[in-house]
């Protein structure tokens, strides 16, 4: 069996070739993770003056991981080693005088071979053999994971430890003020709420109003970045949201189908079922009594209750109320008061839904009225701050000077009038207001002579003196760069003396200074 | 002949030329490798260095017929290559005969070639890159080898015509012949004042010259290493990608002869080596000999007095031996 000349030389650099292509992968990737990891470096360190979010640890290292893999892959797969380069790389570390590069070209090639071709290609191929591939092309860790760990070490520490420090005056720092703020006001809502919940029957808002308490203390005490802060608002805002929706599927529930499409207010329809637990409160402390009068003054009061209510009053209290008024027609007095208790029950259940629909209706507002001035860096328009500023920050007026309120038409300007009065707006006044300003007096000053020119001699005269010294009025012009270019030209033409050669650069030197 | 025989008659041939020349093993190097490489020398240097001895001592060596020209200001091309002079034969008819000049040899020594007038330098243009004479309408072929070894004086400069460029180029190395070191002074004063005076014997014959020749054509050469010298070349010109001295010494960079020049020296020297493939360092080592001569510098380089090895140094430390690589 005879082995074909080249054939263990091209086996052993297209082993090279694998291993270069391999060697180049990790370092690009090491690269790349350096680099990914080295931006959310700067990330971070742009949040202290400007209001990014920084990007946590955890999630930055599966990041850089995944540039790892992505930037190996694709320059081993996009741009693997070509054989001839992975060869003059073996000639290169081998100091193999390119023997190997050479003879690959041989090998590969389709040309006319000289004699000596065969000699280079077993000249290379002894010589690679003997000192083998892996000598040649050791797979080293690239420097740049040094770099990547450093990064993540600086990453970890600063989030870690530095994790939302701002500097003061910056936009950063501005942010975290209106994040702090904003923490602030949910935590007093969130207090006002909770108060309300113990007068009131609000089972729902007194389960979510510790939670939006805790939300505005973490907003103060923890050092949040915006995209952050933000999240955890929006997260609150749709718990609230769902908690309402279930609410007002619970509100809609036991309505009259046709009532449903009725727009109602939903403070007047809370008003009115308060007034019929009133009622009927009242109602049933009178058939205490069990006396006729009494009697008939209920169902009287029954019929009124049920009769201009079919959209606001739930079918099945009116059914109960409806049950009521039979009882007391065949004088049940019991059966009837059974009946009103029910319905009063009942009534009592849907003012709690309206309250807990209000209270988290509030709520809601509030966490997006916050969730805006987070997003926009600042108090937003219509909230009580943002009035508050605006109303401190006009000057202060003297007693009797008071402006009409903003309800009296203070916010339309007035008609604007012909521009001829003192007073724009309030008409025409044929006497102008006060005396002449002084740019008003001024007197025209003539300062030109008008007349023709006529014949005549012209006498001039020339004076001869000694001139001053004095720095040049006309600007130092650049000489043209054609002149300079005929110049050289000329000058490296000519051939100089070698002993006047010394004498012509000190010339030139001078020259060119001047120049 | 092989790779192997090259060598053996190469080393062969050196020793041989150094039982009579001490010292310049570089310079003699590189004498055999222009001629192996079928070019010609220009040896510069002072007088008294053994010039003329190591052209005659390598005659000697070849079996080559040698010749000499000192070149004088009233030499004329005729003086050279010959002229036709008349004739009378038995019967009294005249005619006329080519007179061959001390062209017609093998081993042409131009001694002190800038005293001659350019004229007449330049008789030897034809001589040189085509190995032929043209007199009086005739062509005449000279015999294979043929090597011309020019020297000339780089000190006294009146009354000499520096060698225009054209001929110049035709030069494929300039060799500098460098003052000898204190052993081999003493040494050469030894060899050269006893009583017998050590000769060279032949050593290498006419048709071996010629293999070696042939053979060393047949060396490859790579593609990377041939770009390599496309650059070089290409970086002696003042153009953008120059090198930085290029740029602001030289008025004319090598022409292609150059790249020649290199090539086919460098492939001696691989064989020389053992090799049969060019390497960076061949073409590194025989840049500034093949180069040296074929760069004009212009006003400044002149004024300010710049050796063009420096150029070509500058040139070699600035281009890459892989296209795009840093150096």
Same mark, same amino acid.
């Given at each position: 069996?005879?082995?074909?000349?080249g054939?263990?030389?091209?086996?052993?650099?297209?082993?090279? #070739?694998?291993?270069?292509?391999?060697?180049r992968?990790?370092?690009?990737?090491?690269?790349?993770?350096?680099?990914?990891?080295?931006?959310?470096?700067? @990330?971070?360190?742009?949040?202290?003056?400007i209001?990014?979010? =920084?990007?946590?640890?955890?999630?930055?290292?599966?990041a850089?991981?995944?540039?790892?893999?992505?930037?190996?892959?694709?320059?081993? @797969?996009?741009?693997?080693?070509?054989?001839?380069?992975?060869?003059?790389?073996?000639?290169a570390?081998?100091?193999?005088?390119?023997?190997?590069?050479?003879?690959?070209?041989?090998?590969?090639?389709?040309?006319?071979?000289?004699?000596?071709?065969?000699?280079?290609?077993?000249?290379?191929?002894?010589?690679?053999?003997?000192?083998g591939?892996?000598?040649?092309?050791?797979? $080293?860790?690239?420097?740049?994971?040094?770099?990547?760990?450093?990064?993540t070490?600086?990453?970890?520490?600063?989030?870690?430890?530095?994790?939302?420090?701002?500097?003061?005056? %910056?936009?950063?720092?501005?942010? #975290?003020?209106?994040? $702090?703020?904003?923490?602030q006001?949910?935590?007093?809502?969130?207090?006002?709420?909770?108060?309300?919940?113990?007068?009131?029957?609000?089972?729902?808002?007194?389960?979510? #109003?510790?939670?939006?308490?805790?939300?505005?203390?973490?907003?103060?005490?923890?050092?949040?970045?915006?995209?952050?802060?933000?999240?955890? *608002?929006?997260?609150?805002?749709?718990?609230?949201?769902?908690?309402?929706?279930?609410?007002?599927?619970?509100?809609?529930?036991?309505?009259?189908?046709?009532?449903?499409?009725?727009?109602?207010?939903?403070?007047?329809?809370?008003?009115?079922?308060?007034?019929?637990?009133?009622?009927?409160?009242e109602?049933?402390?009178?058939?205490?009594?069990?006396?006729?009068?009494?009697?008939?003054?209920?169902?009287?009061?029954?019929?009124?209750?049920?009769?201009?209510?079919?959209?606001?009053?739930?079918?099945?209290? $009116?059914?109960?109320?409806?049950?009521?008024?039979?009882?007391?027609?065949?004088?049940?007095?019991?059966?009837a008061?059974?009946?009103?208790?029910?319905?009063?029950?009942?009534?009592?259940?849907?003012?709690?839904?309206?309250?807990?629909?209000?209270?988290?209706?509030?709520?809601q507002?509030?966490?997006?009225?916050?969730?805006?001035?987070?997003?926009?860096?600042?108090?937003?328009?219509?909230?009580?701050?943002?009035?508050?500023?605006?109303?401190?920050?006009?000057?202060?007026?003297?007693?009797?000077?008071?402006r009409?309120?903003?309800?009296?038409?203070?916010?339309?300007?007035?008609?604007?009038?012909?521009?001829?009065?003192?007073?724009?707006?309030?008409?025409?006044?044929?006497?102008?207001?006060?005396?002449?300003?002084?740019?008003?007096?001024?007197?025209?000053?003539?300062?030109?002579?008008?007349?023709?020119?006529?014949? =005549?001699?012209?006498?001039?005269?020339?004076?001869?003196?000694?001139?001053?010294?004095?720095?040049?009025?006309?600007?130092?012009? !650049?000489?043209?760069?054609a002149v300079?270019?005929?110049?050289?030209?000329?000058?490296?033409?000519?051939?100089?003396?070698?002993?006047?050669?010394?004498i *012509?650069?000190?010339?030139?030197?001078?020259?060119?200074?001047?120049? | 002949?092989?790779?192997?025989?090259?060598?053996?008659?190469? !080393?062969?041939?050196?020793?041989?030329?150094?039982?009579v020349?001490?010292g310049?093993?570089?310079?003699?190097?590189?004498?055999?490798v222009?001629?192996?490489?079928?070019?010609?020398?220009?040896?510069?240097? *002072?007088?008294?260095?053994?010039?003329?001895?190591?052209?005659?001592?390598?005659?000697?060596?070849? !079996?080559?017929?040698?010749?000499?020209?000192?070149?004088?200001?009233?030499l004329?091309?005729?003086?050279?290559?010959?002229?036709?002079v008349?004739?009378?034969?038995?019967?009294?008819?005249r005619?006329?005969?080519?007179?061959?000049?001390?062209?017609? %040899?093998?081993?042409?020594?131009?001694?002190?070639?800038?005293?001659?007038?350019?004229?007449?330098?330049s008789?030897?243009?034809?001589?040189?890159?085509e190995?032929?004479?043209?007199?009086?309408?005739?062509?005449?072929?000279?015999?294979?080898?043929?090597?011309?070894?020019?020297?000339?004086?780089?000190?006294?400069?009146?009354?000499?015509?520096?060698?225009?460029e054209?001929?110049?180029?035709?030069?494929?190395?300039?060799?500098?012949?460098?003052?000898?070191?204190?052993?081999?002074?003493?040494?050469?004063?030894?060899?050269?004042?006893?009583p017998?005076?050590?000769?060279?014997?032949?050593?290498?014959?006419?048709?071996?010259?010629?293999?070696?020749?042939?053979?060393?054509r047949?060396?490859?050469?790579?593609?990377?290493?041939?770009?390599?010298?496309?650059?070089?070349?290409?970086?002696?010109?003042?153009?953008?990608?120059?090198?930085?001295?290029?740029?602001?010494?030289?008025?004319?960079?090598?022409?292609?002869?150059?790249?020649?020049?290199?090539?086919?020296? #460098?492939?001696?020297?691989?064989?020389?080596?053992?090799?049969?493939?060019?390497s960076?360092?061949?073409?590194?080592?025989?840049?500034?000999?093949?180069?040296?001569?074929?760069?004009?510098?212009?006003?400044?380089?002149?004024?300010?007095?710049?050796?063009?090895d420096?150029?070509?140094?500058?040139v070699?430390?600035?281009?890459?031996?892989?296209?795009?690589?840093?150096?």
């Amino acid at each position: 069996m005879t082995i074909e000349p080249g054939r263990d030389l091209l086996r052993l650099v297209r082993q090279a #070739a694998v291993r270069l292509t391999a060697s180049r992968a990790v370092e690009t990737g090491a690269s790349a993770g350096a680099l990914a990891m080295g931006a959310f470096v700067l @990330l971070n360190i742009a949040g202290v003056a400007i209001p990014v979010s =920084g990007v946590p640890l955890m999630h930055a290292i599966a990041a850089a991981a995944v540039a790892v893999v992505l930037a190996g892959v694709l320059a081993a @797969l996009l741009r693997p080693v070509p054989r001839s380069d992975s060869a003059r790389v073996l000639d290169a570390t081998l100091r193999l005088e390119e023997r190997v590069s050479t003879a690959i070209e041989v090998l590969t090639s389709s040309g006319p071979r000289s004699s000596l071709s065969s000699r280079v290609v077993v000249d290379a191929e002894r010589r690679l053999s003997a000192v083998g591939v892996a000598a040649a092309t050791p797979l $080293r860790i690239p420097r740049t994971v040094w770099w990547t760990a450093a990064l993540t070490a600086l990453l970890f520490v600063m989030t870690s430890w530095l994790h939302g420090i701002t500097i003061p005056g %910056t936009p950063a720092h501005r942010t #975290a003020e209106v994040i $702090r703020k904003e923490g602030q006001r949910l935590e007093q809502f969130a207090r006002t709420l909770q108060s309300r919940t113990r007068t009131d029957h609000m089972p729902a808002t007194r389960h979510l #109003a510790p939670q939006i308490r805790d939300l505005g203390s973490r907003l103060q005490r923890e050092r949040l970045a915006r995209a952050e802060a933000l999240a955890r *608002v929006e997260e609150l805002s749709q718990q609230l949201a769902q908690t309402r929706r279930e609410i007002d599927d619970r509100l809609q529930a036991p309505m009259p189908a046709p009532s449903r499409e009725r727009v109602t207010s939903d403070q007047l329809r809370r008003q009115s079922t308060q007034r019929q637990i009133r009622q009927l409160r009242e109602l049933l402390s009178r058939l205490q009594h069990d006396s006729p009068s009494a009697s008939r003054d209920a169902l009287d009061q029954l019929h009124q209750m049920t009769a201009g209510q079919e959209g606001t009053q739930p079918a099945r209290v $009116r059914e109960q109320l409806q049950r009521a008024r039979e009882q007391l027609r065949r004088g049940n007095m019991v059966g009837a008061r059974d009946a009103i208790s029910d319905a009063m029950l009942d009534l009592q259940r849907l003012e709690s839904l309206m309250a807990d629909s209000e209270g988290i209706q509030n709520a809601q507002q509030e966490v997006e009225r916050s969730q805006a001035a987070i997003a926009g860096g600042g108090p937003v328009e219509g909230q009580p701050e943002a009035r508050e500023t605006d109303q401190t920050s006009q000057s202060p007026v003297a007693p009797g000077e008071q402006r009409p309120s903003p309800s009296q038409g203070e916010g339309t300007e007035p008609p604007q009038g012909p521009n001829e009065g003192s007073t724009p707006g309030t008409g025409r006044r044929d006497e102008k207001i006060g005396a002449r300003t002084p740019r008003l007096d001024t007197t025209k000053t003539p300062q030109r002579v008008r007349g023709a020119q006529a014949d =005549g001699p012209v006498a001039s005269s020339e004076i001869v003196g000694t001139g001053r010294s004095s720095s040049s009025r006309v600007q130092a012009a !650049d000489i043209s760069p054609a002149v300079i270019a005929r110049a050289d030209q000329a000058m490296t033409r000519s051939r100089t003396p070698a002993r006047y050669r010394d004498i *012509v650069r000190r010339y030139f030197r001078r020259l060119a200074k001047l120049r | 002949m092989t790779p192997e025989e090259f060598a053996k008659v190469f !080393d062969r041939l050196r020793r041989e030329i150094q039982k009579v020349i001490v010292g310049h093993q570089e310079l003699l190097d590189q004498v055999l490798v222009a001629l192996l490489a079928g070019g010609h020398v220009l040896l510069e240097g *002072v007088p008294g260095l053994g010039k003329t001895l190591l052209v005659k001592t390598l005659a000697q060596a070849l !079996d080559l017929r040698y010749g000499r020209i000192q070149f004088t200001p009233d030499l004329m091309p005729a003086d050279i290559i010959g002229t036709n002079v008349v004739m009378q034969d038995a019967t009294g008819r005249r005619y006329f005969q080519f007179e061959r000049g001390p062209v017609f %040899t093998q081993i042409l020594l131009a001694d002190e070639i800038n005293r001659a007038t350019p004229k007449t330098q330049s008789a030897l243009l034809e001589a040189m890159q085509e190995h032929t004479v043209t007199a009086a309408g005739a062509a005449f072929t000279l015999e294979e080898p043929f090597f011309v070894m020019a020297t000339q004086n780089p000190i006294e400069m009146e009354g000499t015509y520096p060698l225009p460029e054209a001929q110049l180029d035709r030069f494929l190395f300039k060799l500098k012949v460098e003052f000898p070191q204190v052993p081999d002074l003493m040494e050469i004063i030894d060899r050269t004042t006893r009583p017998d005076m050590p000769q060279a014997t032949v050593v290498a014959s006419r048709d071996e010259v010629l293999q070696m020749m042939r053979l060393a054509r047949e060396v490859e050469v790579a593609t990377h290493v041939r770009a390599f010298v496309a650059r070089v070349v290409e970086a002696t010109h003042p153009r953008p990608g120059a090198s930085t001295m290029a740029r602001r010494y030289v008025r004319y960079g090598s022409s292609p002869r150059g790249a020649q020049a290199m090539i086919l020296s #460098a492939k001696v020297r691989a064989l020389m080596a053992g090799r049969a493939n060019v390497s960076f360092g061949d073409l590194q080592a025989l840049a500034a000999p093949s180069l040296r001569h074929r760069l004009v510098m212009n006003f400044e380089g002149e004024a300010e007095g710049i050796d063009s090895d420096a150029i070509v140094a500058n040139v070699l430390e600035e281009t890459p031996e892989l296209e795009g690589a840093k150096r």
